[in-house]
């Protein structure tokens, strides 16, 4: 456990975080257990589709966290089926430095533009 939270620290300071002014209006219930950061960050990602075809993609993260992503591909996914991915950072120390993410499918959803939004837990990463 306690590795999981210094983990997910040394990840949260390379993720620039919305402000978080106070808001005349009631926000929704957040369930998230980290703040998203709404920068779009380029990434490769491979894996195995829902048909059991491998794949190889350059796509961009809508959102990230220390715990999880969202980004949207043109293949359906299974659930809790495995994902990699390396992601260009932004923020942190270094400046475009590199992560290597091993993840977990929570989620997909058919979006508008025929893509499908896929969320992700982080089981592990890496500074690479």
């Not at 997910?8 to 106070?22: E, F, S, V």
């Not at 075809?53 to 089926?81: E, I, T, V, W």
């Not at 430095?97 to 989620?107: C, L, S, Y």
Request: one cysteine or more; hydrophobic letters at 35%.
């Amino acid at each position: 456990m306690h590795l999981e939270q210094r983990a997910n620290y040394i990840l949260d300071c390379h993720l620039r975080m919305p402000n978080t002014a106070p808001r005349t209006r009631r926000a929704p219930l957040e369930r998230r257990s980290k703040p998203r950061s709404d920068d779009v960050l380029p990434a490769r990602v491979w894996g195995v589709d829902i048909d059991d075809q491998p794949f190889s993609l350059d796509c961009h993260l809508d959102n990230m966290s220390a715990s999880g992503l969202y980004l949207r591909l043109p293949r359906r996914m299974k659930f809790s089926s495995s994902i990699s991915l390396v992601v260009r950072l932004l923020n942190g120390p270094v400046e475009g430095q590199m992560a290597a993410i091993k993840g977990t499918i929570t989620r997909e959803e058919l979006n508008s533009d025929g893509h499908r939004g896929i969320g992700i837990r982080i089981v592990e990463h890496k500074f690479i």
